[in-house]
């Protein structure tokens, strides 16, 4: 993708657990049609686990050689992912948001979540019963193009990912950058940074993208070539993460 190959390193992490998850996780294989979460899917804040895996992800780029530390961070505007980013960058002695001359720390909603539209806050159990034309045409389209009512589609996040990626490599070429997002654009990322086909995206996205994971990507010479995909043993090690 050459909208980003001038980059030195690309850096990737999901935010860490939030009470949306756990609702989620909760509903899920029940008879439930709704997950339960009741706040704005913006305004959903960090469980007390996912505040302990930012400080985990934190003390994990406090610890990267000089050369590969971030130069920059972009962070969708979601409460749970700016937690997650003022977290981490805490922990570290070379991003104080007070030091005007520290680590530039931008927001940019192209990189929310997936606008869910008609069917938010809906279990699969609840799109069956309250949407089954929905629920058909899913089936019919598949993941990647199908756009629910009011909502995006996977083929609609590569879209503004574009246009993101472009910009940040206008803005800091053979810059270093943390990028703090949701688990879709992570791997519409790899989409891509990666070129995948639709089906190889669909066979990557069958792995959830872990919690405070990173993911990254760094400049062979010739692109930015992956180092490692979802990477979590900076979570093991500090006992918040499986």
């Not at 704005?40 to 996912?50: I, N």
């Not at 539209?117 to 990647?144: M, N, S």
């Not at 940040?168 to 053979?174: K, V």
């Amino acid at each position: 993708m050459a909208s980003v190959n001038s980059l030195q390193w690309l850096n990737l992490t999901r935010h860490g657990e939030s009470t949306g998850n756990l609702a989620y996780r909760a509903a899920e294989g029940t008879d439930a049609e709704e997950t339960g979460i009741r706040e704005r899917d913006a305004d959903t804040p960090l469980s007390e686990l996912g505040r302990a895996q930012a400080a985990a992800l934190g003390r994990w780029l406090a610890a990267l050689p000089e050369d590969e530390r971030p130069t920059l961070v972009a962070v969708s505007p979601y409460l749970r992912t700016l937690d997650t980013a003022r977290i981490a960058l805490a922990e570290t002695s070379y991003a104080h948001p007070q030091d005007p001359d520290g680590l530039r720390m931008t927001v940019d909603e192209r990189l929310r979540d997936r606008e869910q539209g008609i069917l938010q806050g809906l279990t699969w159990v609840g799109v069956q019963r309250r949407h089954p034309d929905e629920a058909d045409r899913l089936k019919r389209l598949g993941k990647f193009y199908y756009r629910p009512p009011g909502g995006e589609s996977w083929a609609d996040l590569a879209l503004r990912l574009r246009s993101f990626y472009r910009d940040l490599e206008a803005d800091a070429p053979g810059g270093r950058a943390l990028v703090v997002t949701h688990d879709a654009i992570v791997v519409m990322t790899r989409y891509l940074v990666e070129g995948l086909t639709e089906q190889q995206v669909l066979q990557v996205e069958k792995e959830p993208v872990a919690n405070a994971s990173v993911t990254r990507w760094r400049h062979d010479g010739g692109g930015l070539s992956a180092v490692c995909y979802n990477e979590c043993a900076h979570l093991v090690n500090a006992g918040v993460g499986s």
